[in-house]
């Protein structure tokens, strides 16, 4: 365990890639940590990742992650919610870890689209800009356009538009027009 006090959310993250690495399950961080990495910092209380796996996977995840000492929780999403499953890991200084257990309209080659970061001498696997971009315009919430627009504008090379609107469309018309309105203002 290496948190040591409340507000490390992301020192638990790291505890819980290593039981996914063991059970060799692809990973990709997102929310507000992801969006560090492209250029903007927002305070957040959790750590989101998205895995593509299915409900009794995410379900069984919880024994490994239990081991290390952490309590979990489950949710299986219904029939017309976007996000499939969420495990959530939480640790004795009220951390969070939030593990999504696939979306809907996901592009299935995401995992092979992250990007490593080092980070505590580990390295972790954060969705690719445009991905991340694509899934904040499928959220589709006032601050979620804001983290797409500023991974958007934050962009250091070139990003690639027929990707973006591709895995974006994959997502509905909704997510789709959304991103439109970025990419026009």
């Given at each position: ?12 993250l ?11 399950l ?22 989101d ?137």
């Open positions: 365990m290496r948190a040591t006090q409340a507000g490390q959310s992301a020192l638990l790291l505890d819980v890639v290593e039981v996914l690495v063991r059970e060799q692809e990973y990709a961080v997102i929310g507000a940590f992801a969006l560090s990495v492209y250029g903007a910092v927002r305070a957040s209380i959790d750590v990742a998205l895995l593509q796996v299915p409900f009794e996977r995410l379900k069984n995840l919880q024994t490994p992650i239990r081991a290390l000492g952490f309590r979990t929780t489950v949710h299986r999403g219904q029939a017309e919610d976007p996000v499939r499953g969420l495990l959530v890991v939480n640790d004795a200084f009220g951390n969070q870890v939030d593990l999504l257990g696939g979306l809907k309209g996901l592009d299935r080659h995401i995992f092979r689209r992250t990007i490593d970061v080092p980070f505590e001498n580990q390295v972790l696997k954060f969705a690719g800009r445009e991905d991340f971009i694509a899934m904040k315009c499928f959220a589709g919430g006032p601050q979620d356009l804001l983290d797409a627009r500023s991974a958007y504008d934050g962009a250091q090379r070139p990003i690639d538009l027929d990707l973006l609107r591709t895995v974006t469309r994959r997502f509905g018309r909704d997510a789709a027009d959304r991103l439109e309105s970025i990419l026009g203002s």
